[in-house]
């Protein structure tokens, strides 16, 4: 149980396009899904944070017109990388919980994650 | 601003040579402490949630402790199989709907045969 996927699991593009991120909760409805980007041999940092319907919160830094996030369902959430520049080379990577109820429904459970190489 | 600071950086062991990894943390009131494993070009793997002093879970080899100020990861008998980067993660109370994690940098863990 539990499972998230994502897809794609790696792109590469040019500089100046928009990548298309998608993230889905395969067993369960996610109340939360909340994106991240990782670096090499760094932790994880969170870009934003997803509530179905609503919109998106991000953290100090991000810049939301650049990573737009739409939460559309309680099982997909997609994150596009607009007008994608080599600094935006990462691993990202969702994560999707269920709020409330038994204890350990706000444990956050992480997809495979994608690597975005921009040439 | 809650922080979590994990110790070593990296650690070598033999093949059934027991250890443990450390994680330390400060935050405004503790809702839960997360045990991650993450394999190189993988996402997270959910290990353990520990959410009171005092509290611990096993999981095969693994035993996750956890006390006011710090949480311990055993690792008992490892295996090859068991090399990994094990990250800490804490989540706040007052998150509403939305409890964020805050990570460590992980222990990168390397079991040699």
């Known amino acids: 149980g539990a499972v998230v996927s994502q897809h794609p699991s790696w792109v590469i593009c040019k500089s100046g396009t928009s990548v298309k991120i998608e993230c889905r909760s395969l067993?369960?409805?996610?109340?939360?899904m909340f994106w991240y980007r990782q670096f090499p041999k760094q932790s994880l940092m969170l870009m934003a944070t997803?509530?179905?319907?609503?919109?998106?919160?991000?953290e100090q830094g991000v810049e939301k017109d650049k990573f737009l996030i739409n939460h559309a369902s309680l099982t997909l959430s997609t994150l596009t990388v607009t007008s994608a520049h080599p600094e935006d080379s990462s691993f990202y990577i969702c994560?999707?919980?269920?709020?409330?109820?038994?204890?350990?429904?706000?444990?956050?459970?992480f997809g495979p994650g994608t690597r975005l190489t921009v040439l | 601003e809650d922080q979590v600071t994990q110790s070593p950086e990296a650690l070598r062991l033999q093949e059934g040579e027991s250890s443990s990894l450390n994680c330390s943390y400060t935050?405004?009131?503790?809702?839960?402490l997360f045990w991650y494993r993450q394999d190189p070009g993988k996402g997270p793997e959910f290990l353990f949630t520990?959410?009171?002093a005092g509290e611990e879970k096993e999981k095969e080899r693994l035993k996750a402790t956890l006390t006011k100020k710090e949480s311990f990861l055993h690792i008992t008998a490892p295996k090859p199989e068991d090399s990994a980067t094990y990250l800490c993660a804490v989540q706040a109370r007052g998150g509403g709907s939305n409890y964020k994690l805050t990570f460590g940098k992980g222990t990168l863990l390397t079991v040699n045969p």
């Open positions: 935050v405004s009131g503790l809702r839960g």
């Open positions: 520990l959410y009171s």
């Open positions: 067993d369960f409805q996610a109340t939360t």
């Open positions: 994560s999707a919980s269920v709020a409330g109820g038994p204890i350990d429904t706000d444990t956050q459970y």
């Open positions: 997803s509530n179905e319907g609503s919109k998106a919160t991000y």
